[in-house]
Nanobody, 122 residues
Framework: QVHLVESGGGLVQAGASLRLSCIAS??????MGWFRQAPGKEREYVAS????????VYADSVKERFVISRDNAKATVYLQMNNLKPEDTAVYYC?????????????????WGQGTQVTVSS
């Protein structure tokens, strides 16, 4: 059974950086994405990238601060988060898309990780 495991979360101060990683138990020719869910809020889209690495798509709230990338040889997708803000505090989930391209909708994903907590203090 294929599964995704996120890591790299933690507690940091505003302005700091973190890099999240998501390892798939087996590689697949699919797009990959990151979502997040803050306390009391619905899960929201953060970023996604196609299998070949082209077409990264970012939510407006993280553009210019976050970078998504992937290493297909390692079946791993990364989310480099820079200049973190308290409003970035959330559980971050990686997900595998149903297709090879990047995608924004949650219904476009068929496999989810358990999540990793990111907390940004002011």
């Amino acid at each position: 059974q294929v599964h995704l495991v996120e890591s790299g979360g933690g507690l940091v101060q505003a302005g700091a950086s973190l890099r999240l990683s998501c390892i798939a138990s087996t590689g697949a020719v699919r797009g990959m994405g990151w979502f997040r869910q803050a306390p009391g809020k619905e899960r929201e889209y953060v970023a996604s990238v196609g299998y070949s690495g082209i077409g990264p798509v970012y939510a407006d709230s993280v553009k210019e601060r976050f970078v998504i990338s992937r290493d297909n040889a390692k079946a791993t997708v990364y989310l480099q988060m820079n200049n973190l803000k308290p409003e970035d505090t959330a559980v971050y989930y990686c997900a595998r898309a149903r297709f090879v391209s990047a995608a924004r909708g949650q219904n476009d994903y068929d496999l989810w990780g358990q999540g990793t907590q990111v907390t940004v203090s002011s």
